[in-house]
């Protein structure tokens, strides 16, 4: 078991650990499995950066994040130029189906919609832009449309018991039509959220209701 201020620590050296990070630019609270992320750093790959590094610390059961994302004085683009470099991205990676794509940029921050067949097409998009100078967040609001008409439990099941993380035993997975809910508990939230991505892999599947819940218990001596 850990304690809020070992997971706290844990958490603070995953931050450091990533090469794009400094870790004085983020600050971490903790309260019971909760972790708060605070600070401003200068560009939004660090922000999704110090976020994936936290999911993945043992203990975290939920991550609110409120950093900021601030360009120096210097820098200068303004959302016609984003959208420019965007569309460009999204027409060089030749896993997004850009014809299906619209973007809006309003302050610097990204929402893409459309519709796609795939999961691993709309997590494309998402990759292609968020490392872009002048980007402080993306909505990501792509549909899967699936060309199936049902998903076997079985497919998804099978899917995740190939994952070294997972304990099947503690998930319960329920197919409705292209819809999958994922119910029971796991020990992290990286294993909740590669659940959900697992699931979202399986051909056929139009959207994840990921309902698992992080368990872990907490010392209460610090």
Not at 75 to 81: A, I, P, V
Not at 109 to 133: C, H, Q
């Amino acid at each position: 078991m850990k304690t809020n201020e070992r997971l706290q620590k844990d958490v603070q050296d995953a931050i450091k650990f990533e090469p794009l990070l400094h870790a004085a630019e983020i600050g971490v609270t903790v309260k019971d499995g909760i972790v708060t992320l605070t600070g401003i750093v200068d560009n939004y790959m660090k922000k999704t950066q110090a976020e994936t590094a936290t999911k993945n610390v043992g203990g975290v059961k939920a991550v609110v994040e409120k950093i900021e994302v601030q360009y120096g004085n210097t820098f200068s683009k303004n959302d016609n130029e984003i959208s420019v470099e965007v569309l460009k991205a999204l027409n060089s990676n030749w896993l997004v189906p850009d014809e299906n794509i619209k973007v809006k940029v309003e302050k610097g921050w990204i929402t893409l919609e459309g519709e796609f067949k795939w999961s691993y097409e709309r997590d494309a998009a998402t990759n292609a832009v968020n490392s872009l100078l002048g980007v402080k967040g993306v909505t990501n609001n792509i549909k899967i449309n699936s060309q199936t008409e049902t998903i076997e439990e079985k497919k998804v099941e099978e899917a995740l018991a190939r994952h070294w993380s997972m304990n099947t035993l503690d998930i319960k997975v329920k197919a409705t039509d292209t819809k999958i809910t994922l119910t029971g508990t796991v020990n992290s939230l990286y294993q909740k959220e590669e659940a959900g991505r697992i699931a979202w892999q399986t051909p056929g599947v139009s959207s994840v209701d990921n309902k698992l819940k992080v368990e872990y218990d907490y010392s209460i001596v610090e």
